[in-house]
């Protein structure tokens, strides 16, 4: 039988691999960025690695360390840009320097000020042949957060709401348990999980005395290897100071953000306090508290709040994402409607969106939108 040679693989092909890779940092890489790399030589993968969490060694380096000396000659593959500098870490562009790799292949540049280029240009003037721009856009998708709080210094910000057919989130009397099912329940806490910090209202936690708490029993994190999920940050926001300390989410001992104008006395010590300034309708101007949270390294949010402050995020230009659980009943028209908005006049003035993602949830649709900016 004659041999049939196979051609080598692409550069396409083990990025794809990177890419999935750094995806496993998923819940627990930030405030830094999710990044995969493989080490390919004489087309087979010598070694690969991700970056797992900050102050941990970076994708690089565990997959030099995987490949040892066979780095020599070889080709790395990694989602972003070598770094260049010494943050938490050595510089990832002088490991792969020091391996004598002969060539990188970058799927993005990394858009921290600290980086951007530079890393490449430190492997480029050591002689090593660089490709750039390869699955750009996966390699983006990666981290959305990261990359809008370094280019704007603003958080990615997503708002989810569970609604029924008729776009009502709960009936006139408030009641809103449970319009969509468990395994849509179970989905959103994959979201929660990925968030950095999940927004919420007064209004919110006085209808329901929430945790916002991952609960990873619910949540199949199993495929993932690191077992300990991370906590996001809760941040209230308490525009009227109605909130008193005995709340459930003030007294779990897990972190959460009040926000309100004054420091307010008697939460407890996991409690920590956050003062804006108030605007003329007498609400936390919320730009100002988007930028507060990337200022402390916040890469994506989510928003799970009332038709209010949901609403408020639309209306502001502030929402990157919405994310909508549909259930298949209908609540009628004196339920509460999923978003408070200005009147409009024109249709071209109310906001347009543009689905990006749908797919069965059990018996509920998840429908992923990006909102359309003019
Ligand atoms: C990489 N590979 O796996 C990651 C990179 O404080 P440090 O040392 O962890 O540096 C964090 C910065 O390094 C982060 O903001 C981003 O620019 C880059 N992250 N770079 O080459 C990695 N995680
Ligand atoms: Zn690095």
Not at 8 to 30: H, N, Q, V
């Amino acid at each position: 039988m004659q041999h049939r040679k196979t051609s080598p693989a692409t550069d396409e092909f083990w990025m794809a691999k990177a890419i999935r890779l750094a995806a496993k940092g998923c819940y627990t890489t930030s405030p830094n960025p999710r990044v995969g790399c493989v080490i390919v030589k004489n087309d087979e993968c010598i070694g690969q690695g991700y970056h797992i969490q900050a102050g941990t060694p970076h994708a690089e380096v565990h997959a030099l360390v995987a490949a040892g000396d066979h780095a020599r000659d070889a080709t790395a593959y990694v989602t972003l840009e070598p770094c260049s500098h010494t943050g938490r870490t050595p510089p990832c562009a002088d490991a792969l320097i020091k391996a004598g790799v002969k060539r990188v292949v970058v799927g993005m540049t990394d858009p921290n000020p600290q980086v951007s280029g530079q890393g490449i240009e430190r492997i480029k003037a050591a002689g090593i042949a660089v490709t750039q721009d390869v699955l750009t856009e996966q390699a983006k998708a990666l981290n959305p957060g990261f990359i809008k709080r370094m280019e704007s210094g603003l958080p990615w910000v997503r708002v989810k709401l569970g609604i029924s057919l008729d776009g009502k989130i709960a009936l006139q009397n408030g009641a809103s348990k449970w319009i969509t099912g468990p395994a849509a329940r179970r989905d959103v806490q994959r979201l929660r999980a990925k968030s950095c910090a999940i927004i919420t209202g007064s209004g919110t936690v006085i209808a329901d005395n929430p945790s916002m708490l991952v609960r990873p029993e619910q949540a199949e994190f199993s495929d993932y290897p690191v077992s300990t999920v991370r906590q996001p940050l809760r941040v209230v926001i308490d525009s009227q100071e109605k909130l008193t300390p005995n709340w459930l989410m003030f007294n779990d001992g897990q972190p959460v953000l009040l926000v309100n104008q004054h420091f307010r006395a008697g939460f407890s010590q996991d409690t920590q306090q956050c003062h804006l300034p108030l605007s003329a309708q007498g609400k936390i101007d919320l730009s100002l508290l988007l930028a507060e949270l990337a200022g402390r390294g916040i890469n994506e949010v989510l928003v799970e709040s009332g038709a209010g402050l949901a609403g408020a995020f639309l209306a502001n230009g502030l929402v990157d994402e919405l994310i909508v659980y549909q259930a298949p009943v209908i609540l009628g028209d004196k339920g509460v409607s999923m978003l408070n908005l200005p009147v409009y006049d024109e249709v071209n003035q109310a906001p347009h969106l543009k689905l990006t993602d749908i797919r069965h949830i059990a018996q509920d649709i998840r429908l992923t939108y990006q909102i359309v900016s003019d």
